[in-house]
């Protein structure tokens, strides 16, 4: 394993639970290999992806998640809706898995493979084996009883929710169940909207991981944000804002990003980063940190943005990483800067883990300013 990066997003996490944030990150940076990492990440209940995933309207868990490898080519991919796992980042590398064992079949027709599709969508056609023209397709047959016999799926864990939809319970968090069963009344109009109670909960969002080794990987995914309707999908399903990544000469450039997702993809945040960096990347000795954050304030100042502040202020609610590695030299950089309240991630290249929790001196000014730093990893 080479070096090896995670976030567990950009928000407002709570001060309380600092030590088992920290703890998570040390556990996952220490597990061999890029799935095993994004496993652990994503089955914590601390974080807002598989089973601590926020709970949307209607009451049920639905993630998103995408991912860019590199090796002598680059393949990307995203899904969006997943419902029914724990580890969103490993369920999209499965399909992904089948979908280029069936298109390297198809290729021959001048059929192209998708790099962005919907797994309600997916699963429909896994349960469609009567169907003879899926039938015969040995890469379609049996993929209900493959998608099904993991992670302890099957009706004994099912239950109808508020909205009346059928949904998983194995993924839902007691505590975002508290918060829904909480809120639900006023938001579908059966209590007095004058009377909100007050849940004070931590706000997190998108979660990354970053491997760079022999090829290098990226992946994100997140459970979205608390009430989202239905079908919203968010940065982390679409290539290019929660993750994205560039060649150029002799340095390769990563990126993962997270906050507020409509903004993120608004500004398609993480190809903008790489892209501003890009022309510039080869000088080693450029402060990034700085010129990271100038970049994303003047461009957000071209976009209609959605966060605002309690004051009612357009905010750029905002936090990424930047992965500059240089091939000849094997050293890398890694250079974050958020500015939401506090931003937590971690670090490993072979050696003891290294986390960092960054937050910002003024929390009253998250949206406004801006935390910055750069790390130097040797190789």
Known sequence: MGLLIIHIGAGNHSKSKRSQYKRLLVTALNQDGFREASRIIEQSKLTNTGYGSSLDLSGCVECDASFIEVSDKIRTGALVGIDDSMTPITRMLEVYGKVGAIYERWRRFGLTAPILMNYGKWRQMAERNKDPRLRQDDNISGLSQEIYSQEGHGSSNNFTNHAGLVTNDLLILPEAQKIYDTYQGHLFGDSNPYVIPELAHEITDTIGVIEIGSKTTIATSSGGNFFK???????????????????????????????????????????????????????????????????????????????????????????????????????????????????????????????????????????????????????
């Open 229 to 379: 309707l239905p079908g919203r999908i968010g940065c982390a399903g679409v290539i290019g804002t929660a993750i994205g990544f560039a060649r150029v000469n002799n340095v390769e450039i990563s990126c993962m990003c997270s906050g507020n997702g409509e903004d993120i993809m608004k500004m398609e945040l993480a190809n903008f980063l790489v892209n501003s960096v890009y022309d510039e990347a080869e000088d080693e000795y450029r402060d990034y940190g700085n010129f990271m954050v100038n970049k994303i304030k003047e461009h957000s100042q071209q976009y209609d943005l959605s966060s605002v502040n309690a004051d009612g202020k357009i905010i750029v609610y905002v936090g990424a990483i930047l992965v500059i590695k240089y091939l000849q030299s094997g050293r890398s950089r890694i250079i974050y800067c958020h500015s939401t309240e506090s931003f937590y991630f971690g670090y490993r290249d072979g050696g003891e883990p290294n986390i960092v929790v960054s937050s910002l001196n003024n929390v009253d000014r998250a949206g406004i300013s801006f935390a910055y730093g750069e790390f130097l990893v040797l190789g």
